[in-house]
């Protein structure tokens, strides 16, 4: 689906996608990821988490998500979150969720 163009994304935080599981796109230094968006040890948005480098901060109790692997870095979550395929073309990010993902809207 597409996600944004390179110039919505926000430089220090993820964007929200209109998606069932949310979902969130995230640029960093080196490349831009998407992820389930919420934090696996409560409901908190990653999206608004604080990146540094490749890793996500939840905002709520500070777990900490590698955005290339999904992996947990610190606790107190314990499961990863999901990451998804990111291509950009012509300045277009696109992204491949699996096929159970519902897609609420799209960006014009
Ligand atoms: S909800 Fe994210 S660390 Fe608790």
């Given at each position: 689906m597409r996600a944004c163009t390179?110039?919505e994304l926000?430089?220090?935080?993820?964007l929200?996608l209109?998606t069932?599981?949310?979902t969130s796109v995230?640029?960093?230094?080196?490349?831009i990821?998407c992820?389930?968006?919420?934090?696996?040890?409560?409901?908190?948005?990653?999206?608004?988490?604080?990146?540094?480098?490749?890793?996500?901060?939840?905002?709520?109790?500070?777990?900490?998500?590698?955005?290339?692997?999904?992996?947990?870095?610190?606790?107190?979550?314990?499961?990863?979150?999901?990451?998804?395929?990111v291509?950009?073309?012509?300045?277009v990010v696109l992204v491949?969720l699996?096929?159970?993902?519902?897609?609420?809207?799209q960006s014009?």
């Amino acid at each position: 689906m597409r996600a944004c163009t390179l110039a919505e994304l926000p430089e220090d935080e993820g964007l929200r996608l209109s998606t069932v599981p949310v979902t969130s796109v995230f640029a960093t230094e080196s490349g831009i990821f998407c992820i389930d968006d919420t934090c696996t040890h409560d409901t908190s948005s990653l999206a608004d988490g604080w990146i540094e480098g490749c890793v996500v901060e939840c905002v709520l109790h500070m777990a900490r998500f590698d955005l290339r692997t999904g992996d947990v870095v610190s606790p107190p979550a314990r499961r990863p979150v999901s990451t998804h395929p990111v291509a950009c073309v012509d300045g277009v990010v696109l992204v491949a969720l699996p096929a159970a993902y519902l897609v609420k809207e799209q960006s014009p």
